[in-house]
């Protein structure tokens, strides 16, 4: 797809792997729009890298609705919309007093909110003469982390989720893009260590990411997350308890 001239909303995008990619695709000439319950890290964003600031909790629906209303006002049309707003709660599932809390959060944000927005944004979409999905996914998807069992089943979801939408949308033109992203160098991803995992630079996957995206590569699987894929296929007992011993703090 092309990466010029591109009316893009990332959701997340104040801060880690939505800010990395919304500073370079707004670099390259796009207008991008970026959502977040923190509007200091927003506006923050906003005077550093020109990016449009519009605050918003992904998992209310009158909060997704503004966000598409503020863009079709500006644009008439939506080109790209990439889902990557999420969290990671590690927890012992037995014993932590607010695990529900915890579980409704993981699910909201990290599956309900990307397909939910996915489905309202398709209008503005079609007003696109190449619409875009892309869903930022995870290594996860291809091996649970014992210690996040809820983030990373909400991976997997993601990821069979996009691959049905693919399939689906292509009728309307419109393509579904996914990331797999290994463990990357944010706040997320700097809670967790294990030395089986290769943290990967944020902006090395984005340099990822937008060739994927340039060369129209639907399953980006970058950095280590290449290898999980493949051991989950050919010893996946082995790869879990490896990936079981990842700590967090
Ligand atoms: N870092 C890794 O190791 C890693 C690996 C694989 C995949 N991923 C995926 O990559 C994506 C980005 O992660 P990251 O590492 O950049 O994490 P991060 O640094 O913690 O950033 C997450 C972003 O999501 C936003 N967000 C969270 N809940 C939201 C909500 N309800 N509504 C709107 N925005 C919300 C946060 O902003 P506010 O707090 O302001 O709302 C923040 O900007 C996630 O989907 C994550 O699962 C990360």
Redesign the pocket.
Known sequence: MLLKDQIVLV?????????ELSKQLAALGNTVFI????VE??KAAEQAYGLKVVP????FAEDQQAVLKAIETAHGRLDLLIN?????HAYDFASQEDAVSRIESEIG??AI?PVTLAKRALPLLSLSQAPAILF?????AYVPVAGAPV?SGT?AFIHHTAQGLRHQLKDVGISVFEVL????A????TAMTSRNLKVME?ADLVSDILKGLASDTLEMVPGQSRQLRLLSRIMPGYLFRQIAKTRFH
Request: include cysteine.
């Open positions: 959701t997340g995008g104040g801060s880690g792997i939505g800010l959502c977040g319950r923190n890290k927003l918003a909790d992904v998992t990557n707003a999420g969290v990671l944000i990290n909110a930022v996914g995870s290594g996860s983030y991976k992203p290994p463990v990357v944010t706040d997320m991803g944020p």
